[in-house]
């Protein structure tokens, strides 16, 4: 077991805080008070442990409706078989953003989980908390083939040579289409647009401003994703030097890059003619106007695919196909970087049973018939290979071919530092910041001069955040 808590700030944890002050950004105040459900320090959860023989694990994450039903059945399985030894208590702490804002207020009071799942943009900013411990410290020790874990999704969550996190639920952003709209504006149901003109064509005779089928051709949440991931299917860095996957930190980003900047255009363009609706930053509301048949096309995670599925039954025919490039910028080997979230470990504070039923837990997660279940359930990928081989996997897929559209879309891409998205340790301020350019040029702001002033303003927060965590 561990030794308790010292009261004093280790130097690692002086350097987070100092992190922390700069980047916490919204609801600290709101979420940070009290002692998080689930948590005990230390000695007092030893103590628990030692009289019961149960070793408890907090497992927070951010899987909600299809997604966190399908995560709650695969936790109740664990919980099964290890019933007496290991209790893993999973809390659901909303979306993504606020999940890692209530895990940076649970750094500083010293509460964090067992176990996390943070989002793929918080991965360098979980390595330079000096909070979590690498998986690949335990799969070496114990012989685990991190291998099984597909190329691609392994990459995002390698850093210098490391394993840090277990992967949970991979994804890429599709186009989702409404096959039956299409056939009401005669357009071919098998053929989805491949790029952002086609997408246009395709608006221009689905939207109602033009006598279509439909209220909007197209509508999509403002969410920096899709940009970072046009950039990407372009072969684009977004971030400088190498998207920081060569060892060295990020030091800009550039927001106004030929591809960012055509999309903000496409897309704003799409607003103001009528082919496109602005939905806001708000996924949810995009995902409601397209399952609504309000919107024909949209933009999301393969991991809204059971989603949309059970959405549009009864309704219409729901399509799936790869996400859209920029006009012109298709090449072999180019394609998305992987989204998503995966599983981090806590270290400092934690016992060291809670830290093994932690790895006990991320290794049952990742397992073929978890990952069989996880990805039929939810649409995310299946993290191991070997899910696609079992059984289950095949039959479900031949009856529901749209699970295997993001599938397809990763196999054909490489692995480089732009298809692994950019590892900068303020990356969610970044996102931010390029939600901000997109949403003022769908206001009708100048998309180049938007770009730039929220490139601007983000520039002083990468140089805080590099001056407070140190190295090059
Ligand atoms: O919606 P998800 O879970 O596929 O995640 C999307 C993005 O990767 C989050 O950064």
Redesign the pocket.
């Known amino acids: 077991m561990s030794a308790p808590r010292a009261p004093r700030l280790s130097r690692g944890r002086r350097l987070l805080a100092a992190v922390l002050s700069t980047f916490l950004v919204v609801g600290l105040a709101a979420c940070g008070s009290g002692r998080p459900e689930g948590n005990l320090d230390v000695p007092a959860k030893d103590a628990l442990e030692r009289a019961t023989g149960v070793t408890k694990v907090t497992f927070w994450h951010s899987m909600d409706s299809s997604n966190g039903v399908a995560l709650r059945a695969l936790v109740d399985k664990f919980n099964a078989a290890h019933a007496g030894k290991v209790e893993v208590s999973a809390v659901f702490q909303g979306d993504?953003d606020t999940a890692i804002t209530k895990y940076k207020a649970s750094v500083q009071s010293g509460t964090t989980p067992s176990i996390i799942q943070i989002?793929?943009?918080g991965t360098q900013f979980m390595v330079d908390s000096k909070e979590v411990v690498p998986v690949s410290g335990f799969a070496q020790r114990d012989g685990y083939d991190l291998g099984v874990i597909q190329k691609n999704i392994a990459g995002t969550y390698t850093v210098n040579g490391t394993q840090w996190s277990m992967p949970l639920?991979s994804?890429v952003p599709l186009l989702y289409y409404n096959k039956t709209a299409f056939e009401a504006a005669g357009l071919d149901p098998d053929k989805p647009p491949q790029n952002l003109d086609e997408i246009r064509a395709a608006a221009e005779k689905l939207s109602k401003v033009n006598g279509g089928p439909v209220a909007y051709g197209f509508g999509a949440a403002i969410y920096g994703?899709y940009l970072e991931q046009l950039a990407a299917t372009a072969g684009e860095e977004f971030c400088d030097p190498q998207n920081g996957r060569t060892g060295r930190r990020v030091t800009s980003a550039d927001f106004s890059s030929p591809t960012i900047l055509a999309s903000v255009q496409w897309w704003q363009k799409m607003v103001a003619d009528g082919l496109a609706v602005n939905t806001g930053r708000v996924s949810k509301d995009a995902q409601d106007a397209f399952k609504a048949g309000q919107t024909a096309m949209t933009f999301e995670?393969?991991?809204q695919v059971k989603g949309f599925t059970a959405a549009s039954q009864g309704k219409f025919e729901l399509g799936a196909a790869p996400f859209p490039v920029v006009s012109g910028s298709e090449a072999p080997g180019n394609g998305p970087s992987v989204?998503?979230?995966s599983l981090w470990i806590s270290g400092p504070g934690h016992s060291e049973a809670e830290k093994e039923a932690s790895w006990e837990l991320a290794q049952f997660l990742a397992q073929p018939d978890s990952q069989a279940f996880w990805h039929t359930q939810t649409g995310?990928f299946p993290v191991n290979q070997k899910a696609l081989d079992l059984p289950e996997d095949k039959a479900f897929v031949a009856k529901n071919p749209l699970f295997t559209v993001a599938i397809d879309s990763l196999n054909k891409t490489d692995v480089s530092p732009a298809t692994t998205g950019c590892a900068a340790g303020p990356m969610p301020q970044m996102r931010k910041a390029l939600e901000d350019g997109l949403e003022r040029a769908l206001i009708g702001k100048d998309p180049a001069t938007s770009l730039r002033k929220v490139q601007e303003n983000v520039a002083e927060s990468v140089e805080s955040y590099n001056e407070s965590v140190g190295g090059s």
């Open positions: 993504y989002y793929d943009i639920n994804s994703w995670s393969t991991g989204g998503g979230g995310y």
